[in-house]
């Protein structure tokens, strides 16, 4: 692929911001917080309009439910237009249905009945909220499952999954899609409710042609090749979309790319794979990380820089001499040109992209003396917040 394609499939692949990697946030351990951090859905959606304007390439941010609202006397509405006025746009709506103390057993799978019809009310309030925004994507994971055998029933508790997120597809907006996040373990340690691809994967067999499946990339046991997952699940048609983060242990939710860039770039080389052979599959590309010790803006463009960095090495890929060598079984062949596309030093390319369309060449030093954001960050330091807005372990 010559260099102007590439650089128009850079900014043709937009990736979404989650709000929560603007906030505080910890581990079970403490919170350290960052002096002039983002604390509401306001200061939120300031933050991710930056990353837009450094980047180009994000115009859309995710909101969590109830940790991003509204203040008192606004409306979902109200946010959307102060989106709009920051050059952005709401994104995906996250349910949050593992927090409240009824969802101690479980929210939709719960043994309860009116613990569930609490889960599915809060499904309904979310669809109700991309009504009102204009976002298409109803983003769930559940927290649910058990810590010992026989602590519930598992078949049951599959039925009532099923049928819980059943009404909550049903209230969508007729283009609303559900996205069905899968997690191994935690917090249960027994069995998870929505443990893998494939238990996502069938529960979106029996919603609807609008339920796919969301790939977190911090969610699988060691080793699981997730390109393998990415390429099954778009020759199924139901591949929903991505929560980017890197990880060494568990869900560890760092700054994707930080550990395995190698593992970032054979996922784009499946996804162009799956799509053309030319440019990636046309799916929702969002972050899903949780900053403790780093600064939150500055590990989002890096975030979003190492993901066009695995994007341009993978449209790189010489993909017909591949399938020459492939066909015949040239086996180092073959793996040679996809080290050859990986090795590419891709940063000017990236850097072209951008000042293309009048963003910085180095987004990471400009927001190093970018003006907006220091005078935020000190403003937020003696000013009150705008709206409440709790993070995880904020
Ligand atoms: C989960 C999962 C979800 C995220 C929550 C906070 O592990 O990745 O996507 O919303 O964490
Ligand atoms: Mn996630
Ligand atoms: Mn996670």
């Not at 009945?113 to 976002?135: D, F, N, Q, Y």
């Not at 975030?303 to 695995?310: F, H, I, K």
């Amino acid at each position: 692929m010559n260099q102007e394609s590439i650089r128009a499939a850079l900014r043709a692949l937009p990736i979404e911001l989650p709000s929560w990697g603007f906030a505080n946030a910890g581990t079970r351990f403490g919170a350290f917080p960052e002096p002039g951090v983002a604390r509401d859905i306001y200061e939120k959606i300031e933050d991710a309009a930056t990353v837009h304007r450094l980047t180009g390439v994000c115009p859309t941010v995710a909101v969590h439910i109830p940790w991003d609202l509204p203040p008192v006397g606004k409306t979902w509405a109200d946010i959307a237009e102060f989106a709009k006025s920051e050059g952005v746009a709401i994104g995906a709506i996250n349910p949050n249905l593992f927090q409240d103390h009824d969802y101690k057993l479980g929210s939709v799978c719960n043994p309860d009945l009116a613990v569930r019809k609490k889960a599915v009310a809060h499904l309904k309030e979310c669809a109700e909220i991309m009504e009102v925004t204009g976002s298409k994507l109803l983003s769930i994971w559940l927290a649910d499952g058990t810590n010992y055998p026989g602590q519930d029933d598992i078949k049951s508790r599959r039925q009532r999954l099923i049928d819980s997120l059943a009404e909550g597809y049903a209230a969508m907006p007729d283009d609303g899609e559900m996205l069905v996040e899968y997690k191994l373990f935690e917090p249960a340690f027994y069995h998870t409710d929505l443990a893998d691809w494939g238990t996502s994967y069938t529960v979106c067999q029996k919603l609807g042609d609008r339920a796919k499946v969301l790939v977190d990339t911090g969610h699988h046991g060691h080793y699981t090749n997730i390109e393998f997952i990415v390429s099954t699940l778009i020759s199924e048609g139901r591949l929903g979309g991505f929560h980017f983060n890197d990880r060494r242990y568990a869900d560890d939710d760092l700054i994707v790319g930080s550990a395995n860039p190698y593992a970032l770039f054979c996922i784009f080389h499946e996804l162009i794979n799956g799509n053309d052979g030319k440019t990636a599959f046309q799916t929702a590309y969002m972050l899903d990380q949780s900053h403790t010790v780093e600064k939150k803006i500055e590990a989002m463009v890096l975030s979003v820089l190492n993901v066009q960095t695995a994007y341009a090495k993978a449209l790189l890929v010489d993909r017909a001499a591949l399938a020459e060598m492939q066909v015949a079984g040239d086996v180092m062949g073959a793996h040679a040109i996809l080290r050859d596309a990986y090795e590419t030093d891709v940063r000017p390319i990236l850097a072209a992209a951008r000042e293309e369309i009048g963003r910085p060449a180095d987004p990471l030093k400009a927001l190093a003396s970018d003006e907006i954001v220091k005078e935020r960050r000190a403003r937020r330091q003696v000013e009150p917040a705008r709206a409440s807005g709790a993070g995880l372990g904020a």
